[in-house]
């Protein structure tokens, strides 16, 4: 299965600054995730990042506050706007093959925004 | 719009017990389900994906099957550890629209006594 880089692995960031936070596969995947953890929460889908295209956000997301690219197969980006403390979370992306295929996670980034 | 359930919230055992870990859905068009692990603060690992034509997938201790059915599945992991201390999700793929994305339980967190 794919192995996913993903940086930075955590960061304190100040309230109104951005971060955006990388993902390198290596190998070409079909799919790419982008999650949000909060604390004591499970996994929240925030969008699926399309190749040359724009993300398709879910319900409660929206591109203006997480700005998300994909340039490649193996590369995306999340950038977290304009940040306040309830956004402080672990932000998670992941990456799949065809439908038969399991999902496979980076390692996270834990972001405490003061 | 697909529902996994995973109770207990958390479980306690010591060191060596035998321990199943349960896990439920509410539509059973799926086209896998997998097990992943979480250690606090840290991504996902991948323990066991079980495609819906299959009934159980193993690998050392732990041991995962799948009725779909009655959309169930249950984690077995053989002489716990107290390196398997850590929190245990379940999430189903699901077969069409809404449900074609990763749907996650909240997750059991174990602790294992030495």
């Known amino acids: 299965s794919a192995v996913i880089s993903q940086k930075p692995s955590r960061d304190i960031c100040q309230r109104g600054t951005s971060l955006t936070i990388q993902c390198q596969v290596d190998s070409q995947v079909t799919m790419m995730f982008w999650y949000r953890q909060q604390p004591g929460q499970s996994l929240t889908l925030i969008a699926t990042a399309n190749q040359g295209s724009e993300a398709t956000y879910e319900s409660g997301f929206v591109i203006d506050k997480f700005p998300i690219s994909r340039p490649n197969l193996t590369f995306s980006t999340l950038t977290v706007s304009n940040m306040s403390p309830e956004d402080s979370s672990i932000y998670l992306c992941?990456?799949?093959?065809?439908?038969?295929?399991?999902?496979?996670f980076g390692s996270g980034t834990r972001l405490t925004v003061v | 719009k697909q529902e996994v359930t995973q109770i207990p919230a958390a479980l306690s055992v010591p060191e060596g017990e035998n321990l199943v870990l349960n896990c439920s859905f509410t539509d059973s068009a799926i086209y896998n389900l997998q097990w992943f692990r979480q250690d606090p603060g840290k991504g996902l690992t991948s323990l066991l994906l079980?495609?819906?034509?299959?009934r159980e997938q193993t690998s050392g201790r732990l041991n995962a099957s799948l009725d779909k059915s009655s959309g169930r599945s249950t984690l077995y992991i053989a002489a716990s550890q107290p390196g398997d201390s850590a929190t245990y999700l379940c999430?189903?793929?699901?077969?069409?629209?809404?449900?074609?994305?990763?749907?996650f339980g909240k997750g059991i967190t174990l602790s294992v006594r030495p």
């Open positions: 992941s990456a799949s093959g065809k439908f038969n295929y399991g999902y496979t």
């Open positions: 999430a189903v793929r699901g077969v069409t629209g809404a449900n074609s994305k990763l749907t």
């Open positions: 079980i495609q819906s034509s299959q």
